[in-house]
């Protein structure tokens, strides 16, 4: 047994004694949420039920009139995912922390793989690229700009999951890396608040105690921490609170009488767009309204159609940290893996030996 194994099997923490198989469950959960809402992005519900022949439970290589994904194959991730492993690589090298110029150059790495650039980058993201391969400041750029929706769309929270899976229960802790991860792309009041929500609810789903209002606690408490970080230290923008929309999601999902009525009534009511204070709060409610299963987590996020490709992303991160790996279907997983040629194992192993010793 290598040094490294003999790390990640050692004799876990009290309260953390799943963490390996959570960690794993929610690397691989967050792919599967990624690549089964990647054929039914930008359409309605009623679309996604006329295209696909009715709900969505299966993967789909994307139609040839996807704007973003026409050309991909079935179970194929897109820029959800493939930042987010990114970004999780990233701070395994940086045991936890990584900096704004680690994040930029991060996404200038992801620019060069023609599978996903230009075509997935969202606006906020382009335009970071752009800027930074031009020489902009990454402590700075993601704070630029006159318009609200600059920097307050998603793409700052749909990567985030891995800065509370090295930071398990310490949502201070992940809602700063979150926000160090906004700095060259997002660092905007709703854009780091979205991105704390999300880290700080795979945070705190990491406990063997989580219950689901834990985990919805801590994401209300990380998108006012993220809140707080983006407007002090970037720039504050005009639009919904993250934090109030979080609030409306989770009470349509806790009162829904089954699955379908919620992922229409959050789609109508919250939204599953672009928009963080659109699919942050969406990604929440669908985690609650599945009951914290990964798998029913990413076909309500799949099958609510817009951004659900992102918001399938963030949700089951979410839920496989809640749920651990044993509760992701296996042959999905797999199918995810081979189609894009993934090793979560040895990821999930790397980020456990970093999040152990944060404990």
Not at 85 to 99: D, F, H, Q
Request: proline share 4%; aromatic share 4%; glycine share 10%.
């Amino acid at each position: 047994m290598t040094a490294q194994e003999l790390s990640v099997t050692r004799e876990p923490a009290a309260g953390f004694t799943r963490l390996r198989e959570k960690i794993l469950g929610s690397l691989a959960a967050a792919t599967i949420g990624d690549a089964l809402g990647a054929p039914t992005e930008q359409r309605s519900i009623a679309e996604i039920r006329q295209t696909f022949g009715g709900r969505v439970e299966t993967f789909f290589a994307p139609p040839m009139d996807s704007p973003y994904a026409k050309g991909r194959r079935a179970a194929q991730i897109t820029d959800d995912s493939s930042q987010m492993i990114l970004l999780a690589e990233a701070l395994v090298r940086g045991g936890g922390t990584v900096t704004a110029r680690d994040v930029a150059d991060m996404l200038i790495t992801w620019s060069r793989n023609p599978d996903y650039f230009p075509h997935f980058a969202g606006p906020s993201t382009r335009k970071a690229i752009d800027a930074l391969k031009a020489g902009a400041d990454p402590e700075t750029i993601g704070r630029d700009g006159r318009e609200a929706t600059v920097g307050a769309s998603n793409g700052g929270a749909m990567r985030v999951a891995p800065a509370g899976l090295v930071h398990p229960g310490d949502i201070e802790a992940a809602v700063r890396v979150a926000a160090v991860t906004c700095q060259p792309s997002h660092f905007t009041s709703i854009g780091v608040s979205g991105a704390g929500a999300i880290a700080a609810a795979v945070a705190v789903a990491l406990r063997d105690d989580a219950t689901i209002l834990d985990v919805v606690r801590g994401a209300l408490t990380g998108a006012d921490l993220g809140h707080e970080i983006g407007a002090t230290e970037g720039r504050e923008v005009a639009g919904a609170l993250v934090r109030r929309r979080i609030e409306q999601a989770v009470q349509i999902a806790s009162t829904s009488p089954d699955l379908d009525t919620a992922i229409t009534e959050i789609a109508a009511c919250v939204g599953t767009g672009l928009h963080t204070s659109e699919a942050v709060p969406a990604a929440i409610g669908f985690f609650v309204a599945a009951a914290g299963d990964p798998w029913w987590t990413a076909v309500a996020a799949a099958n609510a159609g817009d951004d659900s490709d992102t918001v399938g992303c963030m949700a089951s991160a979410i839920a496989g940290a809640y749920s651990g790996f044993g509760a992701v279907p296996k042959d999905k997983f797999a199918e995810v893996v081979q189609a894009n040629d993934l090793d979560l194992e040895q990821l999930a192993n790397d980020v456990t030996r970093v999040a152990q010793a944060n404990l």
